[in-house]
Nanobody
Framework: QLQLVESGGGLVQPGGSLRLSCRAS????????IGWFRQAPGKEREGVSC????????YYADSVKGRFTISREYTKNTVYLQMNSLKPEDTAVYYC??????????????????????WGEGTLVTVSA
C-alpha cells in the first residue's frame, strides 16, 4: 500500500520552530519530487515548498522563503520541512505529496497541488501565544 505519513505538527508560540516529517511507505521516494502544502480554515490549499527528485533543488512560496527549509533523507525515505520564525498566519493543516514521471519537472517549481500523485493525511500546525 502506497502511503505518505506526516508528523511533527503541534502548538508553538510565534517566533518558534517546528520540523515536519513526511515518511513514505510502500514505495521509494527516489524518483519523486516531494511537495509540502497547507490549508488554513476557510482557505484554499496552497503550495509551501517542493524539492526535486534528481537535483534536490528546492522551491518555496514567497510567504515562507527565508524561514522554511525543505530537505530529504533517502536512507530514511523521508522528507522534512524545517519551519522557523513561525507566525500565526502559518497556522494550517500541512500535507506532503509526491509526484513522479515527467510531470514533476513542471509541478515542483510551480508547487502545484493539482499535479501531485500521492497525498498524506496532514498534520496540524497551530501558531499561537
Amino acid at each position: 500500500q502506497l502511503q505518505l505519513v506526516e508528523s511533527g505538527g503541534g502548538l508553538v508560540q510565534p517566533g518558534g520552530s517546528l520540523r515536519l516529517s513526511c515518511r513514505a511507505s510502500g514505495f521509494s521516494l527516489y524518483g519523486y519530487a516531494i511537495g509540502w502544502f497547507r490549508q488554513a480554515p476557510g482557505k484554499e490549499r496552497e503550495g509551501v515548498s517542493c524539492i526535486g527528485s534528481s537535483d534536490g533543488v528546492a522551491y518555496y512560496a514567497d510567504s515562507v522563503k527565508g524561514r522554511f527549509t525543505i530537505s530529504r533523507e533517502y536512507t530514511k525515505n523521508t522528507v522534512y520541512l524545517q519551519m522557523n520564525s513561525l507566525k500565526p498566519e502559518d497556522t494550517a493543516v500541512y500535507y506532503c505529496a509526491a509526484v513522479g514521471g515527467s510531470r514533476q519537472y513542471r509541478a515542483c517549481p510551480a508547487i502545484s497541488a493539482g499535479d501531485m500523485d500521492y497525498w498524506g493525511e496532514g498534520t496540524l500546525v497551530t501558531v499561537s501565544a
